[in-house]
């Protein structure tokens, strides 16, 4: 006999319906505010009903804000950083389940440890790495003491050409974000569950550990790539602090760098209705991704965690 669970199903509804009022209203605002004129998002109290002019302000703010390169910008370091992360992350994750050589353990844990240093905490050392790229690699050669003797070899000072400078470049902005320990542990803790069968029948079929890897783990793997290509994507779209540093050249920056140039400042005409505009078109791609890819996300993080 089934139980009668009508107030207990009321109640759930009823914290959905304010969780979903709770994140939706900041956006409903954000929307009005975008449709209205500088005149009307001014005014006292704020209008509930949008307005019309949110076709208007996105092209102005598409024109002031220079969003179609910083779209561009966006789109490339984001794919960049999502494909990086995605595959260091799976053969990282590859080696540690599936080979056995020294400090195996080791080295997953201090890629895990990692999780504690985000790239805020390391944002000068990264900075210095990114912008003398070639840094360590003079640091050798003058520490073995064969700075001279290549330099006599080649006929020129070879420390000259080890100059290295990744700033305001999309290898600059890519590289130092693509590695992850979270999609590390989540791709190891998948691995985990396949059973060693499916590895012993792939071996006695002769399936080496690249075809195994390529024809039998990915595959598998579909619906986490597809969970962990969404939080990589709005990680990667996100960004703000590293690319703010990063970039001195405005052909460089990303869509979020754009939108804070729209945000007013002490001096300026408080143009709202502008930025507030701005903010819907650039979360646009990342609510995409989620919108297609949503069943695989939440398939994604179940297997993972099985």
């Known amino acids: 006999m089934q139980e009668n669970k009508l107030g207990l199903s009321i109640f759930c509804h009823a914290v959905l319906v304010f969780a979903a009022l709770l994140v939706g209203l900041p956006l409903y605002f954000a929307f009005v505010a975008g449709s ?44 960049g950083i999502v494909v990086g992360k995605l595959a260091i992350s799976l053969i ?21 440890v990692s999780l504690m240093l985000p790239v805020e905490v390391r944002i000068i050392p990264t900075y210095e790495a990114v912008a003398d790229s070639a840094g360590p690699i003079r640091w050798l050669l003058s520490t073995l003491g064969i700075t001279g003797l290549l330099d006599s070899l080649f006929g020129f000072r070879v420390e000259a050409y080890l100059q290295w400078n990744m ?11 693509i590695a992850s320990a979270t999609a590390t542990f989540l791709f190891r803790q998948f691995f985990l569950t396949v059973p060693d069968e499916l590895c012993e029948a792939a071996r006695i079929d002769g399936a080496g550990p690249i075809k195994f890897f390529w024809q039998i783990l990915l595959p598998l793997s579909t619906a986490n790539i597809a969970a ?20 001195t050249d405005k052909s460089m920056s990303t869509a979020i760098l754009s939108l804070t140039s729209l945000v007013p400042r002490n001096d300026a005409i408080p143009a709202w209705n502008l930025a507030m505009n701005a903010a819907l078109f650039v979360m646009l791609p990342p609510a995409l991704i989620i919108l297609i890819l949503q069943r695989w996300f939440t398939k994604g993080l179940v297997d993972a965690g099985k």
């Open 36 to 79: 209205l004129s500088l005149q009307e998002v001014q005014q006292a109290p704020f209008p509930w009903l949008p307005g019309g002019h949110l076709v208007a302000n996105a092209i102005e703010a598409w024109g002031t804000g220079g969003f179609g390169r910083s779209f561009l910008n966006s789109i490339i370091v984001t794919l």
């Open 92 to 112: 990282a994750a590859y080696a540690v389940t599936y080979f056995r050589f020294p400090f195996r353990m080791t080295a997953f844990w201090l890629i895990f």
């Open 167 to 177: 700033i305001n470049t999309y290898g600059g902005l890519i590289l130092p974000l």
């Open 228 to 247: 962990l290509c969404i939080i990589q994507f709005i990680y990667g779209w996100n960004q703000y602090l590293w690319p703010l540093l990063f970039t």
